[in-house]
Nanobody, 118 residues
Framework: QVQVVESGGGLVQSGGSLRLSCTASGGALRNIVVGWYRQPPGKQRELVTS???????YYAASAAGRFTISRDNAETTVYLQMNDLKPEDTAVYYCNTDRRLESSTLPWGQGTQVTVSS
């Protein structure tokens, strides 16, 4: 069973930064389009950004210009650098395949909580 682990969340003030990391067992992040999703309190999970194996990226409007997704060369870890955080970025952040581009999915991890105070 593949295990996905997200880390790096925390409590920051508005305008602060965080860097999230996503790893998965068994090399499960290799050769797939990986996305970062978030689920704000009381809302549905949404795709924030994704990255292809070639380094192509997608950003939702809410993330463009503030967030940067990247992956290491071995494709074992996917990162999300979040700058200029706003209270509306408060959510649990998860990584998984980009469901728009990949038919395969990974088990959902526990996510990592990001809380931005005003």
């Amino acid at each position: 069973q593949v295990q996905v682990v997200e880390s790096g969340g925390g409590l920051v003030q508005s305008g602060g930064s965080l860097r999230l990391s996503c790893t998965a067992s068994g090399g499960a992040l290799r050769n797939i389009v990986v996305g970062w999703y978030r689920q704000p309190p009381g809302k549905q999970r949404e795709l924030v950004t994704s990255i292809t194996t070639g380094g192509g990226t997608y950003y939702a409007a809410s993330a463009a210009g503030r967030f940067t997704i990247s992956r290491d060369n071995a494709e074992t870890t996917v990162y999300l650098q979040m700058n200029d955080l706003k209270p509306e970025d408060t959510a649990v952040y998860y990584c998984n395949t980009d469901r728009r581009l990949e038919s395969s999915t990974l088990p959902w991890g526990q996510g990592t909580q990001v809380t931005v105070s005003s």
